[in-house]
Each structure stands twice: as structure tokens, then as C-alpha cells.
């Protein structure tokens, strides 16, 4: 089947520190993967995605490489910020014959980011 | 567009109680689907609806209805609400183009149920 493992969190961060989220996948066929971002108090919402490997995501100074050989979608910002403060998933999606849409995400690594 | 919308926000039960959580799209999305979101473990599939008087179960259906009349709502129905369904609800959409699903998910702002 397939599935997401993600770092356990929090992440504990100083402003302006380099962020990494390590994030690794297996999966049946050729995915999506994608970084979800939920503020407090508020719901998911899509950061970036991937389509093919080798591509780049980038939203608001995140980036996140398709790493088919390594099965990997790490995210990483060079500066963070403390409205960066949030919990983050990732997520991948694999097409099927069927048209299944159900994706699978990970279990979410909180990001702390202190002044 | 309002997006994903739920109602209500937070909502307290007693044991046995019932009650619907509304949730409601307007961007005509084929897809749409119900999460449960616990400390530790990450979103869980409820229900979910590939269209208009489509659904089928996911992870944790158990306690829990749906029903799809309409592209824009999916209502989720507890039946009989026991303290173990204490959760932050989340409703999403998706939609295809050309046949091709964007995989990409819309969600809600979430309900947060307790039930003492």
C-alpha cells in the first residue's frame, strides 16, 4: 500500500533559521506528492506540489524537490519566520485505473518558531 | 467563491445525542470527503463521495453517516455520539479536469466536537 513517514515533531526554530521537514513515501505507481500547511485554529491548506520527479514545488519561500530515486519530498524555507508557526503534512496521490482519489497523508511535524 | 464551508465551528454533545455536521462547496467540485483529526494521529478518512449519490467508507466509518443528494453538500451524521468521537472535523473537495483528478484537496475551517 501506500504510505508517507514524516519527522516527528515540533521542529523548534530561532527567526531567520534554514528549515528541513524530511518527508519519504512508497507507493504503488507514479504519485503526486504535495506539502499541506494548517494554521492554528484554521484547516489544511495546499503549500506546494509536485506532479513528476524531479520537479520543484515552491510557495512563499518553501521549496520542495521530487526525489524519485530516494522516494523523497523534503521541505525546506532558508529563512523562517514566525508567522511560519503551523503544523505541516505531507501527502502524496497516486492515480489508478479505477479513478481512485483518496490520497494519503502523513501525521503532520509542528513547526515552532520563536522571535 | 466561499470555498469549503462547515457548520457550525464547535459543538458540544452529551453521550447518545445526535446531531449533522454540515459541510458545503460552491467551486462544483465532484469530490468530497470527511476527516477526523486526533493528537498523534494525523487526518483519518471518514466518508468520502466521488459525486452525486456516490459515497463509500474510508478509514473510520464506524458512527458515522453520509449521504450525498447534491454536488455541493455532504452532510455527516452521528448517529449515537460517544466520547471517543471528540475530534476536530474536517471537510474536503477535489475536482478532476478532462477526466484527470487534480489530487489537490480544498478543505474546510473544521468543526470542533466534544462529547461528554
Known amino acids: 500500500g501506500n504510505s508517507v513517514t514524516q519527522m516527528e515533531g515540533p521542529v523548534t526554530l530561532s527567526e531567520e533559521a534554514f528549515l528541513t521537514i524530511n518527508c519519504t513515501y512508497t507507493a504503488t505507481g507514479y504519485p503526486s506528492l504535495f506539502w499541506y500547511v494548517q494554521y492554528p485554529g484554521e484547516g489544511l491548506q495546499l503549500l506546494l506540489k509536485?506532479?513528476?520527479?524531479?520537479d520543484k514545488g515552491s510557495n512563499k519561500g518553501f521549496e520542495a524537490t521530487y526525489r524519485k530515486e530516494t522516494t523523497s519530498f523534503h521541505l525546506e524555507k532558508g529563512s523562517v519566520q514566525v508567522s511560519d508557526s503551523a503544523v505541516y503534512f505531507c501527502a502524496l496521490h497516486v492515480p489508478s485505473s479505477g479513478g481512485s482519489y483518496i490520497p494519503t497523508f502523513g501525521r503532520g511535524t509542528s513547526l515552532i518558531v520563536h522571535p | 467563491n466561499a470555498g469549503v464551508t462547515q457548520t457550525p465551528k464547535f459543538q458540544v454533545l452529551k453521550t447518545g445525542q445526535s446531531m449533522t455536521l454540515q459541510c458545503a462547496q460552491d467551486?462544483?467540485?465532484?469530490?468530497m470527503s470527511w476527516y477526523r483529526q486526533d493528537p498523534g494521529m494525523g487526518l483519518r478518512l471518514i466518508h468520502y463521495s466521488v459525486g452525486a449519490g456516490i459515497t463509500d467508507q474510508g478509514e473510520v466509518p464506524n458512527g458515522y453517516n453520509v449521504s450525498r443528494s447534491t454536488t455541493e453538500d455532504f452532510p455527516l451524521r452521528l448517529l449515537s455520539a460517544a466520547p471517543s468521537q471528540t475530534s476536530v472535523y474536517f471537510c474536503?473537495?477535489?475536482?478532476?479536469?478532462?477526466?484527470?483528478?487534480?489530487?489537490?484537496?480544498?478543505f474546510g475551517p473544521g468543526t470542533r466536537l466534544t462529547v461528554t
Open positions: 467551486m462544483n467540485h465532484e469530490y
Open positions: 474536503a473537495s477535489s475536482y478532476s479536469s478532462h477526466g484527470v483528478s487534480s489530487y489537490e484537496q480544498y
Open positions: 509536485a506532479t513528476k520527479a524531479d
